[in-house]
């Protein structure tokens, strides 16, 4: 938008924010929302076009409606409410379509790659049978949409093409009785590209066209971006295979591409996020903004005429400046469903482009005082079923407990048995793993011999849901090559001092085929003596390299274990529960794994 409508724009936002109402003689305008900005010039006004924009943001496939504070509750100026679940979503996607005669559905991304096990179990697929019947149009990549590789997003997601056993693996038949097709609409991300061919891993861009309502057609250009910390992320783990563009450049590039195509009425959709001072209280509040977003919004180009983010799970409905002084929206309809985002555009036929000052913007949250729709409730209602199905498939037989209780060394038996599983799976790699190292934080349940609450369970049975429970959360295992010094190193850092003086003890788990020792009379940092580190067979060197599996979160330093982040040559190769699920498979019976794996040799003084 080229013109200024700074002023006017400013006086209609004070009026709205301070509660006042805007009247004429035909209507009154009223905000309900203390985030929405509102002006009655110019609205009714035939000879411009409206545009409704509606967009949710980090789904992460929270289909059902639960009732916990974090996924099924919202706060507002007005108190808490109720919020969330597919059914309603739809309901309310409805309802305000209603009476626009242009309207785009889009998501900023985060759609899959989530937590609830119905849906995460049967890889994601429940989640784009929803979006498909919504009709959404687009949406931009998120992180999570690399949790498992490009080719899972690229091919299977988009295209539908099945891996692994259809049925079993991957194409399941979904609530209408037909096989995973894939999603009916791209993903989209101008700034994600494959690390080797330097190409875009998806297009950058689309464009919609949208009526006039006197038989011509108007461009509107939506440009999707991905936050750059896609590529280390503790899930979307990808470096050596993605890269991630700068995201103000590459937005300007392709706005300046758009125009040149004669689009005017430019959308940035960006993965990436801030939040608000209001953010706990206010679903359309604006107070102290801060974040990558808001940096975006105040740099990229004044073509852009409104900002639409995610990933920070964030609430805030703000009006942010553009390089050129003009006021344009910047949202985040937090996640889980539990809000939507309306964002109506008018357009002057004759530019194509956006008159700023008439722009208008709402959080809506997903409320449930409205009949659910019927066919998305069936919907759900049939991949909780199929969910229950899943999680009652036998695996694997156990003939002793696998608990996370440590002994005085701080070995247990689960995190023995996930260690060893890790080596197994890190044995795949192109270049192999040497051997595991476990933390504890992807540890979460133990497996017990003794049979469990469900129907299917029988003594020194594993089911496919206590697996899934026992272990994981969503995080990719990857083998990296350290130095021998450097993992000495990394065992030194399981004993921490704390501020108050005292110290604190981390254990690491480590694969079957190694055995240290260390002797803790010795000062922290001094425990690990590396001849008494066996690795097959032999001390380990500290000069020579090793491969390592070990979970991308502990390999980036989340577990803190910061000489983990020195890593070289990382090779991603299967995600946590999958990983998991595999080794169960394929041993059939486990016993637990004996505690024999480390030793003290602390000497008195």
Do not use: C
Not at 128 to 139: C, D, P, R, T
Not at 468 to 490: D, F, M, R, S
């Amino acid at each position: 938008m080229k013109k200024s409508f700074k002023r006017l724009f400013a006086v209609t936002t004070a009026a709205v924010l301070g509660g006042g109402i805007l009247m004429n003689s035909s209507q009154t305008l009223a905000s309900n929302n203390a985030g929405q900005a509102v002006s009655n010039q110019g609205l009714g006004n035939k000879d411009l076009v409206n545009l409704q924009l509606l967009s949710l943001t980090d789904l992460h496939g929270y289909l059902q409606a639960f009732n916990d504070k974090s996924n099924g509750q919202i706060m507002t100026t007005n108190g808490p409410l109720t919020v969330g679940g597919a059914a309603y979503l739809a309901a309310h996607i409805k309802n305000l379509k209603a009476g626009h005669e242009n309207s785009i559905l889009f998501s900023a991304g985060d759609d899959f790659s989530g937590w609830p096990f119905e849906v995460a179990s049967h890889h994601n697929e429940p989640t784009i049978e929803f979006l498909n019947a919504i009709g959404l149009e687009f949406s931009a990549a998120g992180n999570h949409e690399f949790d498992a590789s490009k080719e899972f997003l690229t091919e299977h997601i988009m295209k539908g093409k099945s891996f692994g056993v259809p049925g079993v693996d991957s194409s399941f038949t979904d609530s209408t009785g037909k096989k995973f097709k894939g999603s009916d609409y791209d993903y989209l991300s101008a700034n994600i590209r494959d690390a080797k061919t330097g190409e875009l891993v998806l297009k950058p861009y689309t464009i919609k066209m949208i009526h006039d309502g006197k038989g011509r057609a108007i461009p509107v250009g939506f440009i999707a971006l991905t936050t750059p910390t896609t590529i280390t992320g503790s899930t979307s783990f990808q470096e050596g295979v993605l890269t991630a563009d700068p995201l103000v450049e590459t937005a300007n590039r392709y706005a300046k591409e758009l125009q040149e195509k004669g689009v005017e009425t430019i959308i940035a959709v960006v993965h990436e996020g801030g939040s608000t001072k209001s953010d706990g209280s206010d679903i359309n509040g604006s107070d102290s903004p801060f974040g990558p977003i808001f940096d975006f919004a105040k740099e990229a180009s004044p073509a852009i005429d409104a900002i639409v983010s995610g990933h920070w799970h964030a609430k805030f409905n703000a009006f942010i400046e553009d390089p050129a002084g003009n006021p344009r929206p910047v949202v985040e309809a937090a996640n889980h469903g539990r809000l939507l985002n309306e964002i109506n555009l008018s357009i002057d036929p004759n530019t194509k482009d956006v008159v700023r000052n008439l722009t208008t913007s709402t959080n809506h949250p997903v409320t449930r005082d409205l009949p659910a729709d019927p066919e998305i409730e069936k919907m759900v209602s049939y991949w909780v079923e199929r969910g229950k199905e899943r999680w009652a498939e036998p695996i694997a037989k156990l003939t002793g407990d696998l608990t996370r209780a440590r002994n005085a060394n701080g070995e247990s038996t689960l995190a023995n048995f996930v260690a060893d599983a890790h080596y197994y799976s890190g044995k795949k790699a192109e270049n192999p793993a040497d051997f595991a190292l476990t933390a504890a934080s992807p540890l979460r349940g133990d497996l017990l011999y003794k049979k469990g609450t469900n129907a299917a369970d029988s003594d020194g049975q594993i089911l496919f849901g206590e697996a899934w429970q026992a272990h994981g959360y969503q995080n990719p295992l990857l083998v990296v090559t350290l130095t021998g010094q450097q993992i000495k190193q990394i065992l030194e850092e399981q004993w921490r001092k704390n501020a108050n003086g005292t110290e604190s003890f981390y254990p690491l788990a480590v694969s079957y085929n190694v055995h240290y020792s260390y002797d803790k009379s010795k000062p922290i940092n001094d425990r690990i003596d590396p001849k008494t580190v066996i690795i097959n067979g032999e001390s380990l060197d500290l000069n020579r390299s090793y491969r390592v599996a070990a979970l991308a979160y502990m390999v980036i330093g989340a577990d803190g274990y910061p000489t983990f982040t020195q890593y070289r040559e990382p090779v991603r190769t299967e995600v946590d529960y999958w990983a998991l699920q595999n080794y169960l498979k394929e041993q059939k019976v486990i016993e637990p794994p004996a505690l024999n794996r480390v030793t003290s040799i602390t000497i008195s003084q």
